[in-house]
Protein backbone atom coordinates (compact mmCIF):
# COMPACT_ATOMS: atom_id res chain seq x y z
CA UNK A 1 0.00 0.00 0.00
CA UNK A 2 2.99 2.65 0.76
CA UNK A 3 4.24 1.54 -2.34
CA UNK A 4 1.04 2.19 -4.63
CA UNK A 5 0.76 5.79 -2.40
CA UNK A 6 4.41 6.59 -3.56
CA UNK A 7 4.08 5.51 -6.86
CA UNK A 8 1.02 8.15 -7.10
CA UNK A 9 2.75 10.68 -5.85
CA UNK A 10 5.24 10.20 -8.32
CA UNK A 11 3.02 9.81 -10.91
CA UNK A 12 1.42 13.25 -9.93
CA UNK A 13 5.01 14.69 -9.82
CA UNK A 14 5.69 13.85 -12.99
CA UNK A 15 2.44 15.02 -14.40
CA UNK A 16 2.79 18.67 -13.01
CA UNK A 17 6.61 19.07 -13.98
CA UNK A 18 5.51 18.29 -17.95
CA UNK A 19 2.18 21.00 -17.60
CA UNK A 20 5.14 23.34 -15.99
CA UNK A 21 7.30 22.72 -19.14
CA UNK A 22 4.68 22.85 -21.62
CA UNK A 23 3.02 26.04 -20.08
CA UNK A 24 6.58 27.90 -20.58
CA UNK A 25 6.89 30.19 -23.83
CA UNK A 26 9.49 29.24 -26.35
CA UNK A 27 12.91 30.82 -25.59
CA UNK A 28 12.75 32.29 -29.34
CA UNK A 29 8.95 33.81 -28.93
CA UNK A 30 7.40 36.38 -27.70
CA UNK A 31 4.01 37.29 -26.11
CA UNK A 32 1.71 38.29 -27.88
CA UNK A 33 0.83 41.35 -25.43
CA UNK A 34 4.80 42.34 -25.34
CA UNK A 35 5.18 42.43 -29.60
CA UNK A 36 5.22 45.68 -31.42
CA UNK A 37 6.13 48.57 -28.55
CA UNK A 38 7.73 50.79 -30.73
CA UNK A 39 7.36 52.49 -33.73
CA UNK A 40 10.37 50.70 -34.96
CA UNK A 41 8.50 47.60 -33.80
CA UNK A 42 5.48 48.55 -36.37
CA UNK A 43 8.11 49.14 -39.36
CA UNK A 44 9.35 46.04 -38.27
CA UNK A 45 6.42 44.30 -38.56
CA UNK A 46 5.35 46.16 -42.17
CA UNK A 47 8.82 44.34 -43.62
CA UNK A 48 7.66 40.88 -42.10
CA UNK A 49 4.22 41.50 -44.26
CA UNK A 50 6.38 42.33 -47.57
CA UNK A 51 8.45 39.56 -46.55
CA UNK A 52 5.34 37.10 -46.85
CA UNK A 53 5.02 37.65 -50.29
CA UNK A 54 8.20 36.06 -50.96
CA UNK A 55 6.97 32.90 -50.59
CA UNK A 56 7.05 30.13 -53.11
CA UNK A 57 3.33 29.82 -52.97
CA UNK A 58 2.62 32.92 -54.30
CA UNK A 59 3.83 35.45 -56.64
CA UNK A 60 7.87 33.75 -57.19
CA UNK A 61 5.62 30.63 -57.80
CA UNK A 62 2.22 28.82 -57.49
CA UNK A 63 0.13 31.20 -57.19
CA UNK A 64 1.24 32.53 -60.61
CA UNK A 65 2.14 29.44 -62.31
CA UNK A 66 -0.89 27.37 -61.20
CA UNK A 67 -3.24 29.04 -63.63
CA UNK A 68 -1.27 29.36 -66.70
CA UNK A 69 -0.79 25.78 -66.39
CA UNK A 70 -4.43 25.07 -66.45
CA UNK A 71 -5.19 27.29 -69.43
CA UNK A 72 -3.68 25.08 -71.52
CA UNK A 73 -1.45 27.68 -72.43
CA UNK A 74 1.72 25.06 -72.28
CA UNK A 75 2.54 21.36 -73.09
CA UNK A 76 3.98 19.37 -70.94
CA UNK A 77 7.48 18.37 -72.19
CA UNK A 78 8.52 14.17 -72.06
CA UNK A 79 11.16 13.92 -69.79
CA UNK A 80 9.98 16.61 -66.90
CA UNK A 81 10.22 16.08 -63.36
CA UNK A 82 6.40 15.84 -63.17
CA UNK A 83 6.03 18.96 -61.13
CA UNK A 84 2.81 20.33 -61.05
CA UNK A 85 1.68 17.50 -63.03
CA UNK A 86 -1.53 16.59 -61.49
CA UNK A 87 -2.33 20.40 -62.06
CA UNK A 88 -1.55 20.58 -65.90
CA UNK A 89 -3.50 17.39 -66.36
CA UNK A 90 -6.52 18.91 -64.12
CA UNK A 91 -5.90 15.17 -62.32
CA UNK A 92 -6.76 14.72 -58.77
CA UNK A 93 -7.06 18.65 -58.00
CA UNK A 94 -8.74 17.80 -54.43
CA UNK A 95 -8.62 20.82 -51.56
CA UNK A 96 -6.03 18.45 -49.68
CA UNK A 97 -3.46 19.00 -53.31
CA UNK A 98 -0.61 20.08 -51.52
CA UNK A 99 0.51 23.09 -53.80
CA UNK A 100 -3.09 24.13 -53.83
CA UNK A 101 -3.11 24.36 -49.62
CA UNK A 102 0.01 25.79 -50.07
CA UNK A 103 -1.33 29.15 -51.93
CA UNK A 104 -4.34 29.24 -49.54
CA UNK A 105 -2.20 28.89 -46.83
CA UNK A 106 0.22 31.55 -47.50
CA UNK A 107 -2.32 33.92 -48.42
CA UNK A 108 -3.52 33.41 -45.13
CA UNK A 109 -0.32 33.86 -43.49
CA UNK A 110 0.11 37.62 -45.40
CA UNK A 111 -3.42 38.19 -43.74
CA UNK A 112 -2.40 37.06 -39.98
CA UNK A 113 0.41 39.09 -40.29
CA UNK A 114 -2.02 42.01 -40.89
CA UNK A 115 -3.91 41.45 -38.19
CA UNK A 116 -1.13 41.30 -35.77
CA UNK A 117 0.24 44.62 -36.51
CA UNK A 118 -3.54 46.06 -36.75
CA UNK A 119 -4.45 44.49 -33.13
CA UNK A 120 -1.20 46.32 -31.45
CA UNK A 121 -0.65 49.51 -33.46
CA UNK A 122 -3.07 51.19 -31.36
CA UNK A 123 -0.73 50.87 -27.98
CA UNK A 124 2.48 52.25 -30.13
CA UNK A 125 0.20 55.24 -31.62
CA UNK A 126 -0.62 56.56 -28.27
CA UNK A 127 2.50 56.84 -26.88
CA UNK A 128 3.95 58.61 -29.99
CA UNK A 129 5.41 61.59 -29.17
CA UNK A 130 6.08 63.58 -32.73
CA UNK A 131 4.75 63.99 -36.26
CA UNK A 132 7.26 61.99 -37.89
CA UNK A 133 6.77 58.93 -35.78
CA UNK A 134 2.54 59.36 -36.23
CA UNK A 135 2.91 59.79 -40.14
CA UNK A 136 4.95 56.39 -39.98
CA UNK A 137 2.14 54.39 -38.40
CA UNK A 138 0.05 55.73 -40.47
CA UNK A 139 1.97 54.83 -43.46
CA UNK A 140 2.48 51.41 -41.65
CA UNK A 141 -1.02 50.80 -41.24
CA UNK A 142 -2.00 51.90 -44.72
CA UNK A 143 0.42 49.02 -46.51
CA UNK A 144 -0.87 46.26 -43.77
CA UNK A 145 -4.72 47.18 -44.90
CA UNK A 146 -3.72 47.09 -48.67
CA UNK A 147 -1.67 43.27 -48.04
CA UNK A 148 -4.81 42.32 -46.76
CA UNK A 149 -7.21 43.60 -49.21
CA UNK A 150 -4.39 42.10 -52.07
CA UNK A 151 -4.36 38.66 -50.08
CA UNK A 152 -8.20 38.67 -49.95
CA UNK A 153 -8.61 39.77 -53.40
CA UNK A 154 -6.19 36.59 -54.74
CA UNK A 155 -8.54 33.94 -52.23
CA UNK A 156 -11.94 35.56 -53.44
CA UNK A 157 -10.66 35.08 -57.11
CA UNK A 158 -9.14 31.34 -56.86
CA UNK A 159 -11.66 29.74 -54.19
CA UNK A 160 -14.97 31.32 -55.35
CA UNK A 161 -17.66 31.93 -57.82
CA UNK A 162 -17.13 34.40 -60.56
CA UNK A 163 -18.63 37.47 -59.23
CA UNK A 164 -21.90 38.37 -61.66
CA UNK A 165 -24.09 41.04 -59.94
CA UNK A 166 -24.62 42.34 -56.61
CA UNK A 167 -27.76 40.31 -55.70
CA UNK A 168 -26.03 37.04 -56.84
CA UNK A 169 -23.07 37.77 -55.07
CA UNK A 170 -25.35 38.01 -51.75
CA UNK A 171 -26.00 34.17 -52.46
CA UNK A 172 -22.92 32.86 -53.37
CA UNK A 173 -20.19 31.70 -50.50
CA UNK A 174 -17.26 33.66 -50.11
CA UNK A 175 -14.02 33.39 -47.80
CA UNK A 176 -13.89 33.49 -43.97
CA UNK A 177 -12.95 37.19 -42.83
CA UNK A 178 -11.05 37.88 -39.97
CA UNK A 179 -10.32 41.34 -38.57
CA UNK A 180 -8.20 39.88 -35.65
CA UNK A 181 -5.00 38.03 -34.76
CA UNK A 182 -6.27 37.39 -31.15
CA UNK A 183 -10.26 36.60 -31.42
CA UNK A 184 -13.38 35.11 -30.81
CA UNK A 185 -14.34 35.67 -34.77
CA UNK A 186 -16.95 32.72 -35.91
CA UNK A 187 -14.24 30.62 -38.82
CA UNK A 188 -17.25 30.54 -40.89
CA UNK A 189 -17.15 31.75 -45.06
CA UNK A 190 -18.84 34.96 -45.39
CA UNK A 191 -21.35 35.82 -48.77
CA UNK A 192 -19.00 36.59 -51.98
CA UNK A 193 -20.80 40.14 -51.58
CA UNK A 194 -19.46 40.66 -48.19
CA UNK A 195 -16.22 39.43 -48.92
CA UNK A 196 -15.32 42.00 -52.19
CA UNK A 197 -17.18 44.58 -49.56
CA UNK A 198 -14.36 43.80 -47.16
CA UNK A 199 -11.64 44.51 -49.60
CA UNK A 200 -13.06 47.46 -51.01
CA UNK A 201 -12.72 48.86 -47.23
CA UNK A 202 -9.53 48.14 -46.59
CA UNK A 203 -8.71 49.60 -50.30
CA UNK A 204 -10.28 52.58 -49.09
CA UNK A 205 -8.16 52.53 -45.53
CA UNK A 206 -5.09 51.80 -47.29
CA UNK A 207 -5.72 55.17 -49.82
CA UNK A 208 -6.37 57.19 -47.63
CA UNK A 209 -3.76 56.32 -45.04
CA UNK A 210 -0.99 56.12 -48.40
CA UNK A 211 -2.60 59.64 -49.83
CA UNK A 212 0.46 61.40 -51.07
CA UNK A 213 1.14 65.07 -50.29
CA UNK A 214 -0.12 67.57 -53.17
CA UNK A 215 3.08 68.70 -53.93
CA UNK A 216 4.52 65.44 -54.24
CA UNK A 217 6.85 65.29 -57.30
CA UNK A 218 9.56 62.25 -57.11
CA UNK A 219 12.37 62.26 -59.74
CA UNK A 220 15.14 59.82 -59.87
CA UNK A 221 15.40 57.34 -57.73
CA UNK A 222 12.31 58.36 -56.20
CA UNK A 223 10.00 58.01 -58.51
CA UNK A 224 7.70 55.99 -58.37
CA UNK A 225 8.68 53.14 -60.74
CA UNK A 226 11.76 53.05 -58.88
CA UNK A 227 10.77 52.32 -55.25
CA UNK A 228 7.55 49.72 -56.66
CA UNK A 229 8.61 47.25 -54.44
CA UNK A 230 6.73 49.44 -51.89
CA UNK A 231 2.83 50.31 -51.72
CA UNK A 232 1.81 54.00 -52.18
CA UNK A 233 -1.48 55.75 -53.19
CA UNK A 234 -1.25 54.30 -57.10
CA UNK A 235 -0.59 50.93 -56.23
CA UNK A 236 -4.06 51.10 -53.99
CA UNK A 237 -5.74 52.28 -57.07
CA UNK A 238 -4.41 49.89 -59.45
CA UNK A 239 -6.01 47.02 -57.43
CA UNK A 240 -9.29 48.74 -56.70
CA UNK A 241 -9.11 48.77 -60.77
CA UNK A 242 -8.62 45.27 -60.92
CA UNK A 243 -11.15 44.31 -57.81
CA UNK A 244 -13.72 46.39 -59.68
CA UNK A 245 -13.27 44.16 -63.35
CA UNK A 246 -13.85 41.14 -60.99
CA UNK A 247 -17.11 42.67 -59.84
CA UNK A 248 -18.18 43.39 -63.46
CA UNK A 249 -17.85 47.24 -62.35
CA UNK A 250 -16.65 48.87 -65.67
CA UNK A 251 -17.26 52.37 -64.89
CA UNK A 252 -15.59 52.03 -61.86
CA UNK A 253 -12.20 50.26 -63.51
CA UNK A 254 -12.40 52.98 -65.74
CA UNK A 255 -12.20 55.35 -63.01
CA UNK A 256 -9.05 54.23 -60.86
CA UNK A 257 -7.13 52.90 -63.65
CA UNK A 258 -7.25 56.49 -64.96
CA UNK A 259 -6.41 57.91 -61.53
CA UNK A 260 -3.13 55.66 -62.50
CA UNK A 261 -2.35 56.16 -66.08
CA UNK A 262 -3.23 60.36 -65.83
CA UNK A 263 -1.02 60.57 -62.87
CA UNK A 264 2.07 60.37 -65.13
CA UNK A 265 4.11 58.63 -62.12
CA UNK A 266 4.29 55.57 -64.58
CA UNK A 267 5.24 55.17 -68.12
CA UNK A 268 5.62 52.33 -70.84
CA UNK A 269 8.57 51.02 -71.35
CA UNK A 270 10.06 51.74 -74.18
CA UNK A 271 10.72 49.38 -77.46
CA UNK A 272 12.59 52.21 -79.57
CA UNK A 273 15.16 52.84 -76.57
CA UNK A 274 17.74 49.81 -75.83
CA UNK A 275 19.25 49.52 -72.85
CA UNK A 276 22.39 47.48 -74.58
CA UNK A 277 22.21 46.34 -78.23
CA UNK A 278 19.21 44.52 -79.31
CA UNK A 279 18.08 44.81 -75.90
CA UNK A 280 15.01 47.47 -75.68
CA UNK A 281 14.07 48.36 -72.28
CA UNK A 282 10.48 46.71 -72.86
CA UNK A 283 12.67 43.21 -73.20
CA UNK A 284 14.67 44.35 -70.02
CA UNK A 285 12.14 44.75 -67.64
CA UNK A 286 11.58 41.02 -68.01
CA UNK A 287 15.46 39.98 -66.90
CA UNK A 288 15.75 42.63 -64.55
CA UNK A 289 14.13 45.34 -61.82
CA UNK A 290 14.11 48.38 -64.00
CA UNK A 291 10.91 49.16 -65.38
CA UNK A 292 9.18 52.18 -65.31
CA UNK A 293 5.94 51.06 -65.49
CA UNK A 294 6.20 48.33 -62.54
CA UNK A 295 3.39 49.99 -59.78
CA UNK A 296 4.43 47.25 -57.35
CA UNK A 297 6.62 44.02 -57.27
CA UNK A 298 8.14 41.90 -55.11
CA UNK A 299 11.15 43.26 -53.30
CA UNK A 300 13.20 40.44 -53.95
CA UNK A 301 16.99 40.37 -53.74
CA UNK A 302 20.08 38.29 -54.46
CA UNK A 303 19.82 37.07 -51.01
CA UNK A 304 16.24 35.82 -50.95
CA UNK A 305 14.27 32.78 -51.27
CA UNK A 306 11.65 31.57 -53.27
CA UNK A 307 9.88 30.03 -56.34
CA UNK A 308 11.55 30.65 -59.71
CA UNK A 309 8.90 31.48 -62.21
CA UNK A 310 11.22 30.82 -65.06
CA UNK A 311 12.66 27.08 -63.81
CA UNK A 312 9.64 25.31 -65.17
CA UNK A 313 9.67 27.11 -68.87
CA UNK A 314 13.27 27.35 -69.52
CA UNK A 315 15.37 25.48 -66.80
CA UNK A 316 18.58 26.16 -67.91
CA UNK A 317 21.60 24.82 -65.96
CA UNK A 318 24.15 26.60 -68.22
CA UNK A 319 24.62 23.54 -69.92
CA UNK A 320 21.44 22.27 -71.57
CA UNK A 321 18.01 23.51 -71.37
CA UNK A 322 15.24 21.24 -69.99
CA UNK A 323 12.29 23.05 -69.27
CA UNK A 324 9.00 21.19 -68.16
CA UNK A 325 6.60 23.35 -70.08
CA UNK A 326 7.14 24.70 -73.48
CA UNK A 327 4.33 27.31 -74.99
CA UNK A 328 1.84 26.00 -76.97
CA UNK A 329 1.57 26.13 -80.46
CA UNK A 330 -2.20 28.05 -80.29
CA UNK A 331 -0.22 30.56 -78.10
CA UNK A 332 2.46 31.16 -79.87
CA UNK A 333 0.56 31.55 -83.32
CA UNK A 334 -1.98 34.22 -81.44
CA UNK A 335 0.76 36.88 -81.83
CA UNK A 336 1.44 38.37 -84.82
CA UNK A 337 4.73 38.01 -86.72
CA UNK A 338 5.77 41.99 -86.11
CA UNK A 339 4.92 41.92 -82.31
CA UNK A 340 7.26 42.58 -79.93
CA UNK A 341 6.02 41.04 -77.27
CA UNK A 342 7.35 37.75 -79.33
CA UNK A 343 10.74 38.52 -79.23
CA UNK A 344 10.69 39.60 -75.65
CA UNK A 345 8.82 36.65 -74.39
CA UNK A 346 10.06 33.52 -76.57
CA UNK A 347 13.26 32.51 -78.62
CA UNK A 348 14.12 28.99 -79.72
CA UNK A 349 16.54 26.57 -78.38
CA UNK A 350 17.13 22.99 -78.86
CA UNK A 351 16.51 21.19 -75.32
CA UNK A 352 19.04 18.67 -73.84
CA UNK A 353 16.28 15.85 -73.67
CA UNK A 354 17.37 12.52 -75.59
CA UNK A 355 14.29 13.24 -78.34
CA UNK A 356 16.15 17.11 -78.89
CA UNK A 357 13.19 19.07 -79.23
CA UNK A 358 13.50 22.23 -80.46
CA UNK A 359 11.20 24.76 -79.51
CA UNK A 360 10.44 28.73 -78.75
CA UNK A 361 10.22 28.65 -74.73
CA UNK A 362 9.18 31.20 -72.65
CA UNK A 363 12.19 33.58 -71.03
CA UNK A 364 9.97 36.47 -69.91
CA UNK A 365 10.66 34.86 -66.40
CA UNK A 366 14.47 34.71 -66.31
CA UNK A 367 14.93 36.73 -63.18
CA UNK A 368 16.75 39.83 -61.77
CA UNK A 369 19.65 40.00 -64.00
CA UNK A 370 22.68 40.55 -60.77
CA UNK A 371 20.81 37.36 -58.92
CA UNK A 372 21.25 35.29 -62.40
CA UNK A 373 24.81 36.44 -63.03
CA UNK A 374 25.76 35.41 -59.53
CA UNK A 375 24.30 32.13 -59.95
CA UNK A 376 26.09 31.97 -63.49
CA UNK A 377 29.31 32.64 -61.63
CA UNK A 378 28.87 29.58 -59.31
CA UNK A 379 27.79 27.66 -61.38
CA UNK A 380 30.84 28.14 -63.70
CA UNK A 381 33.00 27.50 -60.76
CA UNK A 382 31.87 24.12 -60.22
CA UNK A 383 32.32 23.39 -64.05
CA UNK A 384 36.11 24.28 -63.60
CA UNK A 385 36.34 21.71 -60.65
CA UNK A 386 34.44 19.21 -62.25
CA UNK A 387 36.94 19.81 -65.02
CA UNK A 388 40.05 19.57 -62.78
CA UNK A 389 38.69 16.41 -61.09
CA UNK A 390 37.82 14.65 -64.27
CA UNK A 391 34.25 13.65 -63.22
CA UNK A 392 32.69 11.17 -65.21
CA UNK A 393 29.41 10.38 -63.46
CA UNK A 394 26.24 10.71 -65.10
CA UNK A 395 24.90 12.52 -62.03
CA UNK A 396 27.61 14.03 -59.83
CA UNK A 397 26.27 14.35 -56.65
CA UNK A 398 26.69 15.94 -53.44
CA UNK A 399 25.68 14.96 -50.17
CA UNK A 400 25.09 17.35 -46.77
CA UNK A 401 24.28 16.52 -43.80
CA UNK A 402 22.84 18.67 -40.80
CA UNK A 403 22.71 18.26 -37.67
CA UNK A 404 22.82 19.35 -34.21
CA UNK A 405 22.69 18.77 -30.07
CA UNK A 406 19.53 20.11 -29.21
CA UNK A 407 16.49 21.40 -30.86
CA UNK A 408 15.68 25.29 -31.46
CA UNK A 409 19.00 26.33 -32.82
CA UNK A 410 17.72 26.87 -36.12
CA UNK A 411 18.86 23.61 -37.92
CA UNK A 412 15.61 23.00 -40.11
CA UNK A 413 15.28 26.52 -41.19
CA UNK A 414 19.16 26.54 -42.41
CA UNK A 415 19.18 23.28 -44.44
CA UNK A 416 15.87 23.58 -46.04
CA UNK A 417 16.59 27.37 -47.22
CA UNK A 418 19.69 25.35 -48.59
CA UNK A 419 17.76 22.83 -50.38
CA UNK A 420 15.04 25.09 -51.84
CA UNK A 421 17.78 27.52 -52.93
CA UNK A 422 19.38 24.70 -54.59
CA UNK A 423 16.29 23.69 -56.21
CA UNK A 424 15.75 27.24 -57.43
CA UNK A 425 19.01 27.23 -59.50
CA UNK A 426 17.35 24.49 -61.40
CA UNK A 427 19.15 21.38 -59.54
CA UNK A 428 17.77 18.31 -58.79
CA UNK A 429 17.68 18.12 -55.21
CA UNK A 430 16.50 15.50 -52.23
CA UNK A 431 15.85 16.53 -48.90
CA UNK A 432 16.04 13.60 -46.49
CA UNK A 433 14.27 14.59 -43.10
CA UNK A 434 16.20 11.86 -40.72
CA UNK A 435 14.47 13.41 -37.46
CA UNK A 436 12.57 10.50 -37.07
CA UNK A 437 10.60 11.33 -34.00
CA UNK A 438 9.57 14.85 -34.27
CA UNK A 439 10.89 15.81 -37.95
CA UNK A 440 8.75 19.03 -39.60
CA UNK A 441 10.95 19.86 -42.81
CA UNK A 442 7.21 19.32 -44.38
CA UNK A 443 5.73 20.97 -41.82
CA UNK A 444 8.47 24.13 -42.58
CA UNK A 445 7.93 23.61 -46.53
CA UNK A 446 4.19 23.91 -46.43
CA UNK A 447 3.98 20.16 -47.54
CA UNK A 448 1.42 17.78 -46.82
CA UNK A 449 2.98 14.35 -47.59
CA UNK A 450 0.63 11.17 -47.99
CA UNK A 451 4.00 8.80 -47.72
CA UNK A 452 7.03 9.07 -45.77
CA UNK A 453 10.20 7.36 -45.23
CA UNK A 454 8.44 4.61 -43.39
CA UNK A 455 6.57 3.48 -46.30
CA UNK A 456 9.76 3.81 -47.95
CA UNK A 457 11.84 1.02 -45.95
CA UNK A 458 8.53 -1.38 -45.60
CA UNK A 459 8.14 -1.45 -49.67
CA UNK A 460 8.57 -4.98 -50.53
CA UNK A 461 10.09 -4.19 -53.68
CA UNK A 462 12.90 -2.72 -52.30
CA UNK A 463 14.13 0.91 -52.34
CA UNK A 464 14.68 1.88 -56.11
CA UNK A 465 14.60 5.24 -57.93
CA UNK A 466 10.86 4.87 -58.76
CA UNK A 467 10.07 3.90 -55.23
CA UNK A 468 11.81 6.63 -53.49
CA UNK A 469 10.21 9.34 -56.05
CA UNK A 470 7.05 7.92 -55.29
CA UNK A 471 7.02 8.64 -51.39
CA UNK A 472 8.51 12.41 -52.29
CA UNK A 473 6.38 15.17 -52.41
CA UNK A 474 7.60 18.28 -54.35
CA UNK A 475 7.88 21.73 -53.06
CA UNK A 476 7.39 24.42 -55.62
CA UNK A 477 10.58 25.02 -56.57
CA UNK A 478 11.36 21.51 -57.71
CA UNK A 479 12.99 20.18 -54.13
CA UNK A 480 11.87 16.74 -53.57
CA UNK A 481 11.05 15.80 -49.67
CA UNK A 482 11.57 12.52 -47.94
CA UNK A 483 9.47 13.38 -44.95
CA UNK A 484 10.18 11.59 -41.49
CA UNK A 485 7.46 9.28 -39.74
CA UNK A 486 4.10 10.83 -39.40
CA UNK A 487 4.41 8.82 -35.77
CA UNK A 488 6.99 9.37 -33.18
CA UNK A 489 6.38 5.62 -32.36
CA UNK A 490 7.11 4.58 -36.30
CA UNK A 491 10.51 5.68 -36.03
CA UNK A 492 11.92 2.03 -34.79
CA UNK A 493 11.12 1.04 -38.49
CA UNK A 494 14.15 2.71 -39.79
CA UNK A 495 17.09 1.35 -39.49
CA UNK A 496 20.93 3.18 -40.86
CA UNK A 497 20.96 0.40 -44.05
CA UNK A 498 17.84 1.91 -44.88
CA UNK A 499 19.64 5.39 -44.94
CA UNK A 500 22.54 4.28 -46.67
CA UNK A 501 20.37 2.21 -49.54
CA UNK A 502 18.50 5.97 -49.85
CA UNK A 503 21.82 7.65 -50.29
CA UNK A 504 23.01 4.90 -53.08
CA UNK A 505 19.95 4.91 -54.73
CA UNK A 506 19.32 8.84 -54.81
CA UNK A 507 23.19 9.24 -55.68
CA UNK A 508 22.37 8.07 -59.01
CA UNK A 509 19.75 10.44 -59.42
CA UNK A 510 19.89 13.83 -57.70
CA UNK A 511 22.64 16.08 -57.60
CA UNK A 512 22.22 17.43 -54.07
CA UNK A 513 21.27 15.14 -51.15
CA UNK A 514 20.40 17.11 -47.72
CA UNK A 515 20.21 14.82 -44.68
CA UNK A 516 19.06 16.61 -41.23
CA UNK A 517 18.72 14.48 -38.20
CA UNK A 518 17.87 15.92 -34.44
Known sequence: MIKKFKLYILLAAVVLSTTSCLDKMPEDSIPFDEAIQTVDDVNLAVIGIYDAFKSSSLYSGSLTLLPDLQTDLVYGVNGNTNIYGEIWRWKDILATNTNIEGV??????????????????????????????LDLIDQCCGEAYFARAIAYSELVKLFCKAYESDEDAANQLGVILTRHYKGNEEMKRASLKDSYQFILDDLDLAAELLALDKDFQPTGKDALYNTAAFFNEYTVYALRARVALYMRKWDEAIKYSSKVIDSNYYLLSSCTNYVSENVSYYKYMWTSDLSTEAIWKVGFTVNSYGGSLGQIFFNYDYSSYRPDYVPATWAINSYDSNDLRVSSFFQTYTTGYSHGLSWPLLIKYLGNEEFTNTIKNVVGNEKKLNQNFNVTKKVRSRVYSFFSGKGGVGKTTICTNTAV??????????????DLQFGDADMALDLNPSETIVDLARDTNGISIDNLSSCCCTHASGLSVLASPSSPELA???QSNHTKAIIDVARNYYEYIILFDS
Open 104 to 133: YAALYNVINRCNFLLDRVDNVRKNATNDDD
Open 421 to 434: YLATLGKKVLLVDL
Open 492 to 494: EYI
